[in-house]
């Protein structure tokens, strides 16, 4: 079983659509989590972190963790065909020592296309 | 401007070629990672470096090598021993918060990626 559950898709949705992409996960332990944006043939880029439970909001995006279920979500609201891309979410442990930063745990990522 | 530089972007390796996927960065991090991206199968993590001169496996190892000799540059060798290495390779770099507490990595920087093809 992987550590990290991310549905693939593809999901469809059309212009001005509110988008739930969602992330289960098996580890408790995580406290760290993120949403990578990867566009095709590209690297990912950094879209939102937050550390442990609560809801991060910025511009159109909201991150929302909830520890107690081991479920994060990403909310796009008012999606663009700009939007269109692969979403991953990731996840770290708390660092182990005071000089080593954490390895993060990757979803398979999500492919979604929003149609004008 | 700061980033991740990998090269080359199309990279095509004959049976039993060794080559070299070059990644270099201005940002000052400490860590360098490598990743490969598969259809269906997410990033998966070939090896990591928190520091000059320490590397470290990641889950799929085998086939692969790495140095770092320099903060900035963390080169990838796909050797003959790796079966299968037709993918999508990244490379990122990571740099930990500081301050007296546990250092907390801040997400990772990703390069552009270098697609390799076996002929």
């Known amino acids: 079983q992987k550590e990290v559950e991310q549905d693939p898709g593809p999901l469809s949705v059309p212009e001005g659509a509110i988008v739930s992409l969602n992330c289960t996960y098996s580890n408790s332990a995580f406290q760290y989590f993120m949403w990578y944006r990867q566009y095709s043939r590209k690297g990912p880029e950094l879209l939102m972190y937050t550390y442990s439970s609560g809801n991060k909001e910025d511009g159109r995006f909201t991150a929302q963790v909830d520890k107690s279920s081991k479920y994060i979500s990403l909310f796009i609201r008012d999606s663009q065909p700009s939007d269109s891309a692969t979403y991953l979410c990731?996840?770290?442990?708390?660092?182990?020592?005071?000089?080593?930063?954490?390895?993060?745990?990757f979803g398979e990522g999500t492919q979604l296309t929003v149609n004008p | 401007d700061g980033g991740i530089t990998q090269s080359p972007k199309y990279l095509f390796r004959k049976e039993g070629q060794n080559v070299t996927l070059s990644c270099e960065q201005n940002?000052?991090?400490?860590?360098m990672y490598w990743y490969r991206q598969d259809p269906g199968q997410g990033l998966r993590l070939i090896y990591y470096s928190q520091i000059v001169n320490d590397f470290q496996k990641g889950d799929i190892a085998e086939g692969y090598s790495v140095s770092r000799e320099k903060k900035e540059s963390f080169p990838l060798t796909v050797t003959s021993a790796q079966k299968n290495p037709t993918a999508f390779y990244l490379c990122?770099?990571?740099?930990?918060?500081?301050?007296?507490?546990?250092?907390?990595?801040?997400?990772?920087?990703f390069g552009s990626g270098t697609r390799l093809t076996v002929v």
């Open positions: 990731a996840m770290s442990l708390p660092p182990t020592s005071e000089t080593s930063g954490s390895r993060l745990t």
């Open positions: 990122a770099s990571s740099t930990h918060g500081s301050g007296g507490r546990y250092m907390r990595t801040y997400g990772y920087t």
């Open positions: 940002l000052n991090h400490d860590a």
